[in-house]
Nanobody, 129 residues
Framework: DVQLQASGGGSVQPGGSLTLSCAASGFSFDDYGIGWFRQAPGKGREGLSCIPSIGETAYYADSVKGRFTISRDNAKNTVYLHMNSLEPEDTAVYYC??????????????????????WGKGTQVTVSS
């Protein structure tokens, strides 16, 4: 079975940083792109970033561009989201996800409320004073 699990969340002060991990299993990880999403209470799911299976160009939403960095370690079947300069507005549950259409594609993109076939359980990020 395809499994994705986001971890690494926690509570930080404004301006702080966190690195989230997405551990994958049950599929050929190297062949698929992975996306990151977040959802705050009362809001829809926001597409944040995506890293393709091949190629080098990642996608970032305007809200996180310049602050967040996505990376992957295929040897560990893991995708990371490095988050810097965190703000209270970044408070949300963060999810990683993938989809059959992300297989062996050099580019990827994610949008708000995007359809993805496989979602992992999220990890909570709280940014407050």
């Amino acid at each position: 079975d395809v499994q994705l699990q986001a971890s690494g969340g926690g509570s930080v002060q404004p301006g702080g940083s966190l690195t989230l991990s997405c551990a994958a299993s049950g599929f050929s990880f190297d062949d698929y792109g992975i996306g990151w999403f977040r959802q705050a209470p009362g809001k829809g799911r926001e597409g944040l970033s995506c890293i393709p299976s091949i190629g080098e160009t990642a996608y970032y939403a305007d809200s996180v561009k310049g602050r967040f960095t996505i990376s992957r370690d295929n040897a560990k079947n893991t995708v990371y989201l490095h988050m810097n300069s965190l703000e209270p507005e970044d408070t949300a549950v963060y999810y990683c996800a993938t989809d059959p259409l992300f297989r062996r594609i050099p580019y990827c993109t994610v949008v708000n409320d995007d359809h993805m076939e496989y979602w992992g359980k999220g990890t909570q990020v709280t940014v407050s004073s």
